[in-house]
């Protein structure tokens, strides 16, 4: 008899992952708040029509498809599934650390 999984299989990379796209998403209004710009213009466009909460929404369906595509993966080749989230939390800390970046430079000059 067959038995259905109900957990995910890379837990603590989804829990890394989520963390830091929220991360993302906060650090990414303080800059805007401070007179910086979205540099992703995908993610411009999508502040432009549908305002915060479509942004907010935009990066979370990113988060979902970025989760079930290393679900997916991970059902042929655990590696390769497990590698992908951990790509995604690579490209995820890029936004972040320039965010940081440009707060502390933002904030030493007051």
């Known amino acids: 008899m067959r038995t259905r999984a109900t957990s995910v299989r890379y837990p603590n990379l989804y829990t890394w992952f989520v963390f830091l796209a929220s991360l993302d998403v906060m650090l990414t209004y303080m800059v805007l708040q401070l007179g910086g710009y979205e540099a992703n213009e995908l993610a411009a466009t999508v502040m432009r ?28 080749d655990a590696h390769w599934g497990r590698r992908l989230g951990a790509i995604g939390i690579g490209l995820t800390c890029v936004p972040v650390v320039l965010a940081f970046v440009l707060l502390a430079t933002r904030l030493t000059r007051f």
Do not use: D, N, S
């Open 49 to 76: 029509t549908a305002g915060w909460h479509g942004m907010i929404a935009y990066k979370f369906v990113l988060v979902t498809v970025v989760i079930l595509l290393c679900e997916l993966i991970a059902r042929r």
